[in-house]
């Protein structure tokens, strides 16, 4: 006999949120997005089709494209005019985002929270640049892979709506 199972709605929702998240992190594992991202950090984007398929050994082309749509709808990545504009944390768009990785190439993320994760995934230190969204003051500071350095003393990211003060994720990075 199953359990009924009662929730809120603010449980299932986070309940809901934990799935997708894992669900992303498992989907990032796999050939292909790695693939990808592999491309993005050494060339930036956009990342033209043809190039994945012609570097991937996931099959036949018609597998690779349809691998890829289903990534574009699960929003791990984006397709636009045949080639990937967006994989997360990765922009081919400038943002307001920069990273600057050891070697000096910059990469756009997509928002604060994939600028500070592309030091862990790459394993390396680096530089992100931005401005704040209040006065529009240029700031820079380091991240490592285990976390930002003491130049990002009195950095702020908010999650949500500017303006929100329930958004207010981290005071003082």
Known sequence: MADLV??????????????RQVSRRAARERPLVRLILRAFLERGGPIPIED???????????????????????????VRSAQIDIAYPFSAAPTPF?????DGREQYACCA?????????????VKIMSQCDHCAVSMGFSVTPDGPRADADGVMVWFGKHGDDRCKAIDGL
């Open 6 to 19: 009662i929730l809120s709605a603010e449980e299932l929702k986070a309940r809901s949120q934990l799935e």
């Open 52 to 78: 994945i398929v012609s570097a991937s050994s996931e099959g036949a082309p018609e597998t690779i494209h349809d691998a890829l749509v289903s990534l574009d709808d699960d929003d791990l990545i984006r």
């Open 98 to 102: 920069r990273v600057r990785l050891l």
């Open 113 to 125: 929270t994939d600028a500070l994760g592309m030091a862990p995934m790459v394993g390396q230190a």
